[in-house]
């Protein structure tokens, strides 16, 4: 008995009480801030570029042997490779099970550094991008504002200043820009001026690079020093590079200045072109690194943006078009509202259904363990963001659960006349293991959440992770803060005359609870029957229930992805990238258009992919609108006014998605291995996906619709000029796509020096027959007619392969706020029937799989169940160990199947689509069941009569305090719900409408089915 006391110690209580606020609030002010969870970035992407190589050169001589080199790292667990014209681009996706991704990381750079020797001349070294699964925390855009056309060469120095800046910051992890068109030297020659001196643009490249005096010659050691000894002669100008000589096959020198025209500039065509608000730009995008405030971080990088801003010459100005901070404020201040809202309806029920001596007790308890669980949060590794807040939110009923159990029956022991240490005593002897074992139960229900691996599990998981803290620290309270609390607060209920039981609404209630309730303890069989209708019912109509994924975000932009014709130049796309803009200015409620040509948009959402590089026929647009509300009414009519106007683009206009990044909502994978064979059948699905009446736009990834000027050689003329294929296909890609020659070093920049032929005999296709090739054989050269043919023929534009084999990606994208699920389920129709009446037929070696979507939700969903069984296995030994009996524990895990049909049933009257936020509070539903009827169980064990099955002992005991738990612990996490029920977007309210419509069904299993089951399985024999 003395080992309570303590509890009584007032001066202690206020020093627990001291030490809780403090933990709480440092945690509050220390914690890291961020809008999304942090999800563990498990893509990334290598860049090979062989330039003038074929697709099918690509995929042979580069993609293939950097994937069978790949492919012995086992935690890569998809691998796919695409292969375009000059370049192959393989995205790496690691097993979800993958948590620390550096090493793997590492070694994939190790195993391409052991492939690059042998890839074939002229294949740049392969690079690997790990850097782009995370979004960024701010983007500036650094503008032109002179009437006069841009300099993109000044912007883009100006733009490296901007990226240094950020990178200055604490905590930054990571910079790029973006709308880098490159700087170059350009050594533009005339092919007729350049033949009669008997050179090659290749020959004259290297004449230039080996004139670089930028090499050591080793150095000079004496008995006191060591002298370096350098070359005067390196590129620092134009001059320079004007003044080389350059030897004739005459035997005559000429300076390069009199042969070809020098020009420092910006790469043309660019690598990249990037618009804002239709004015040519450069992006610079920072990103925080983990475990940092966000909103700290964001005011600092915001300082040293207004510092840059400041020294920037007339005529280039610098605005901010993103930051994550005001975002991140956002969300956490419209959860933290709903927490407080919550916290006044919670606390306002409890005045009312307990009185305000118990409510104050359960009152306190609340924020104490609001304030433990922050406290929890950071050696426990939990940041805050929208997921943890939500987490305490749904656990805010639950948080009063215990201390409403314990409130209760303390009460109930004060007013039998015991002593503070006598109620607290054995209150704690009959509470302790059944508060412990519902907790735990309720615990491992969440637990198959936190235990699930990949990026469903981590966006999720957190908000789980919440709840489980949270019961773990209201247990605590309400075992310690709670008995500590009741000398002062509830000891003197005692004091109190009874309340005459009165005849109003209160009472009438009451006797038709008790009439129910008798009326079920009479006839069980019937009561369970009735009750297991409603569960069963949910059960059955499941399958009518539509099927999303995860809801689309609640955002005030959006983004476009344009795609144009293959062989579309950077020229046509950055005209389109314009003409596209500027409709979309014109919109109401459009604030800001950011276009980006040639490549892919800064991430500014956590889940958009980032792979399209080096791709010109690729326009990526960024919009931001004044509201959601305008997000959500532009995006529709949007996409119908850009597929009307612009016919000769595929437009796709998306909202951003929560939950793991696809390519596209609905997609087919057919694999083989002929090309043809795969274009075809891609053909075939992709008109059965236009059937689909959400479908707006098709994709079947590898056609031949390419456009290519083919040389057909004549061997023997070739070899008669003394030239082999190799020479030839060097002289022309040299020509055509210029040859490196050397870097002029410019203060810190090196700027690389490229020879090739004069622009109107490299932009004019007609023009390609009259090149001049140069031979020891042939003293002026000859021009290519002379050897080759030139013809126009269709060519692969892409060759897709996944893991190691060919595969046509056939993708369909739906209008906005279609469910993928809907579509998919229509077009599996269409095929089965297409397959059974032999209208589509699949070869022999070829197969179809599913992708999009449906395989992110199968995987996950599968993931997620993985752990249920042995979970389970332990919630059953937790019951069975805490009751020492079988029958009551499979009384639990009975009512907690029934209110899974519940919840079931509470989504079919909302109307909300069945996703993997609905599968979670399901679970969180399925908990608190459990917990109820575990409260239940031990009351009627408490009780010797109920323990016998006497009907009234029974009664007395339901609509005692047992029924007031039950009923504040119902009410209050409704109420704690209500401000998710009404919030706006499409994420929470189907959550908490499910789990609080289902806690109020589940009422019927709390109060009617478990005490008929009770009566038949536990306190009789089975047969009675």
Not at 329 to 349: C, P
Not at 414 to 419: E, H, I, N, T, W
Request: proline share 6%; glycine share 6%; charged share 15%.
């Amino acid at each position: 008995m003395k080992r309570l006391e303590w509890l009584f110690n007032r001066r202690l209580l206020a020093l627990a009480l001291g030490l809780l606020v403090v933990a709480g609030l440092s945690a509050i002010q220390t914690l890291p801030r961020a809008e999304d969870p942090h999800l563990v970035a498990r893509m990334a992407t290598v860049l090979a570029t062989f330039p003038g190589a074929t697709p099918e050169q690509v995929e042979a001589l580069v993609a293939r042997p950097i994937e069978d080199e790949l492919r012995t790292i086992a935690e890569i667990n998809v691998l796919e490779s695409t292969s375009r014209q000059g370049i192959a681009v393989i995205s790496l996706e690691l097993e979800d099970a993958v948590t620390n991704v550096t090493p793997v990381w590492s070694r994939v750079r190790d195993k391409l550094a052991d492939v690059a020797p042998t890839l074939p001349d002229g294949v740049q070294t392969p690079e690997l991008l790990d850097d782009r699964g995370y979004a960024f925390s701010i983007v500036a855009a650094l503008r032109w504002t002179l009437d006069a056309p841009p300099n993109p060469q000044l912007m883009e120095r100006y733009a490296e200043r901007l990226e240094a800046a950020f990178r200055n910051v604490p905590g930054t992890e990571y910079t790029h820009r973006f709308g880098v068109a490159g700087e170059q030297v350009e050594v533009s020659v005339n092919p007729l001026e350049l033949n009669a001196l008997g050179l090659s643009v290749g020959q004259l490249a290297a004449t230039i690079e080996a004139s670089d005096g930028r090499r050591t010659a080793g150095e000079v050691v004496t008995d006191g020093h060591r002298l370096t000894v350098g070359l005067s002669g390196e590129f620092d100008a134009l001059d320079r590079l004007r003044d080389i000589e350059v030897a004739t096959r005459q035997g005559q020198t000429v300076r390069l200045g009199e042969l070809a025209e020098l020009r420092r500039g910006v790469q043309a065509p660019p690598a990249a072109v990037a618009l804002l608000n239709g004015e040519r730009a450069v992006f610079v995008g920072a990103r925080m690194a983990p475990g940092q405030r966000i909103d700290r971080w964001v005011e600092q990088a915001q300082q040293q943006l207004a510092a840059f801003a400041d020294e920037l010459p007339i005529g280039i100005a610098v605005e901010e078009v993103f930051e994550q901070a005001s975002y991140t404020n956002q969300r956490l201040s419209d959860v933290a509202v709903s927490l407080l809202i919550g916290l006044v309806l919670v606390v306002a029920i409890l005045f009312l259904t307990m009185g305000w001596r118990s409510a104050v007790t359960v009152g306190l308890a609340i924020p104490a363990t609001a304030l433990l669980t922050l406290a929890f949060f950071k050696p426990l590794g939990i940041d805050i963001h929208q997921m943890s807040i939500t987490g305490i939110i749904v656990a805010l009923g639950l948080m009063v659960d215990n201390a409403i159990v314990m409130t209760n029956a303390l009460r109930e022991r004060f007013l039998k006349g015991d002593s503070a240490l006598a109620a607290t005593r054995d209150t704690l002897r009959h509470l302790a293991v059944p508060l412990l074992a519902s907790t735990l139960t309720t615990i491992l229900a969440f637990m198959p959440i936190v235990l699930m691996p990949g990026p469903a599990g981590e966006f999720v998981g957190p908000l789980a992770m919440a709840v489980m803290v949270a019961l773990v620290s209201s247990y605590l309270v309400s075992l310690l803060l709670v008995p500590a609390l009741s000398p002062m607060l509830l000891a003197k209920v005692a004091d109190k005359p009874p309340t005459p039981s009165g005849s109003g609404i209160s009472h009438r209630i009451k006797r038709g609870f008790r009439r129910t309730v008798r009326s079920a303890l009479c006839h069980p069989w019937a009561a369970m029957i009735i009750t297991l209708c409603v569960p069963v019912g949910g059960m059955a109509l499941m399958p009518t229930l539509d099927v999303a994924f995860f809801p689309p975000a609640d955002r005030d932009q959006f983004h476009i992805e344009v795609r144009l014709p293959p062989a579309s130049s950077m020229a046509n796309s950055e005209a389109l990238a314009h003409e596209v803009e500027a409709m979309i200015r014109e919109l109401p409620g459009v604030t800001r258009v950011s276009a980006f040509v040639g490549e892919s948009a800064p991430m500014m959402y956590y889940n958009v992919l980032t792979n399209e590089d080096n791709n010109p026929a690729f326009v990526h647009l960024i919009v931001d609108t004044t509201s959601l509300q305008i997000t959500n009414e532009r995006v529709p009519a949007l996409q119908q006014a850009l597929d009307q106007r612009f016919p000769q683009a595929q437009s796709v206009v998306r909202k951003y998605e929560q939950g793991p990044p696809f390519k596209a909502p609905i997609e087919l994978r057919v694999y083989g291995d002929d090309l043809a064979v795969l274009s075809s059948l891609g053909l075939e699905l992709a008109g059965l996906m236009h059937q689909l009446p959400q479908v707006t736009h098709v994709r079947a990834g590898m056609q031949r619709d390419l456009p290519r000027l083919t040389l057909d050689i004549d061997h023997t003329a070739l070899s008669d000029a003394g030239l082999t294929p190799q020479r030839l296909a060097e002289q022309v890609g040299a020509a055509l796509s210029g040859q490196s020659a050397g870097m002029l070093l410019e203060d810190t920049q090196q700027l690389p020096v490229r020879v090739r032929y004069a622009d109107e005999w490299r932009t004019n296709a007609e023009q390609l027959a009259a090149l001049r090739l140069v031979s020891d054989q042939v003293a002026e050269g000859l021009p290519l007619a002379a050897v080759a043919e030139v013809s126009l023929t269709p060519a692969w534009s892409a060759i897709t392969r996944r893991n190691a084999e060919r595969v046509q990606l056939v993708q369909g994208y739906l209008v906005a706020d279609a469910l993928p699920a809907v579509s998919m389920a229509q077009l599996d129709a269409k095929l089965q029937a297409a397959l059974q009446s032999g209208a589509f037929q699949l070869p022999p070696g070829y197969r179809i799989e599913t992708g999009g979507e449906a395989a992110e939700r199968d995987e996950a969903v599968n993931q997620l169940l993985a752990s249920v069984v042995l979970l389970v296995i332990a919630m059953v030994a937790t019951v069975v160990l805490a009751f020492n009996s079988f029958r009551r524990a499979a009384i639990v895990f009975i009512a907690g199947a029934q209110a899974m049909g519940m919840g079931i049933v509470a989504l079919l009257l909302s109307g909300h689509a069945f996703g993997f936020v609905i599968i979670v509070g399901i679970m969180g539903l399925v908990g608190v069941a459990i917990n109820a009827t575990i409260i239940i169980i031990a009351a009627f064990d408490d009780d010797e009569a109920a323990r016998r099955g006497d009907i009234e002992a029974m009664l007395a005991v339901i609509s005692g305090p047992t029924s007031r738990h039950i009923v504040s612990t119902t009410i209050t996490t409704f109420a704690g719900l209500i401000p998710l029920m009404v919030t706006s977007g499409g994420l929470w309210p189907p959550f908490a409408q499910t789990i609080g419509f289902g806690l109020l069904l589940a009422t019927l299993v709390s109060f009617v089915f478990t005490p008929a089951l009770y009566r038949l399985w536990v306190s009789r024999p089975v047969d009675v």
